[in-house]
């Protein structure tokens, strides 16, 4: 569903701007975007109750926190189904460490993002979460060697 439809030029303003700061104050915004505090306000909380703006989260530094390293798995199930994909899709979006899971198309069916303390941690979810799942055929693990950008905002389209 195409949310984005009717979106104007202050929308995308707002949207744009709360991407990257998403602390600034509703006064800041609207003059940021040349608009007075109510509307700008108005435009906020619309775009929140259509759900266009899912909410507000602090990027934390995965090494300051422990958790310094990135897996990218690639998981391709062995007996495709609507039944099977769902119950992998279940299991693998509730894995810790898991922060994004996409199905795609390609030589794997998932592409997992995973976000662990180290190598033994992320042992410690292969062997107990996912090795036990029947239905997965093959796991590939790609290790980031260091983050090139991370939390990117979203280009808007015009």
């Known amino acids: 569903m195409v949310k984005s439809a009717n979106l104007d030029q202050f929308d995308r303003q707002i ?5 990257t700061e998403g602390r600034i104050s509703n006064v800041e915004l609207a003059d940021r975007i ?3 505090p109510t509307p700008c ?6 775009l929140e109750e259509e759900g266009i703006i899912e909410g507000y989260q602090a990027h934390l530094d995965r090494e ?4 310094g390293m990135t897996v990218f798995v690639e998981i391709t199930v062995s007996r495709h189904s609507d039944d099977n994909a769902k119950t992998v899709q279940d299991q693998i979006a509730s894995l810790p ?5 996409h199905m795609v198309s390609g030589a794997a069916d998932f592409l997992v993002e995973m976000v662990v303390a180290d190598l ?3 042992e410690r979810i292969l062997s107990e979460h996912l090795l036990v799942i029947d ?13 090139i950008k991370t939390n ?4 808007l389209p015009e």
Do not use: E, H, K
């Open 15 to 19: 949207l744009s701007v709360l991407q």
């Open 34 to 36: 040349g608009l007075s």
């Open 41 to 46: 306000l108005r435009r906020v909380r619309a």
């Open 64 to 67: 300051s926190v422990g958790l």
């Open 97 to 101: 460490g898991c922060v994004a899971c």
């Open 120 to 122: 033994q941690s992320y």
């Open 135 to 147: 239905m997965i055929a093959s796991i590939r693990s790609n290790f980031s060697l260091r983050p």
């Open 152 to 155: 990117g905002a979203l280009t």
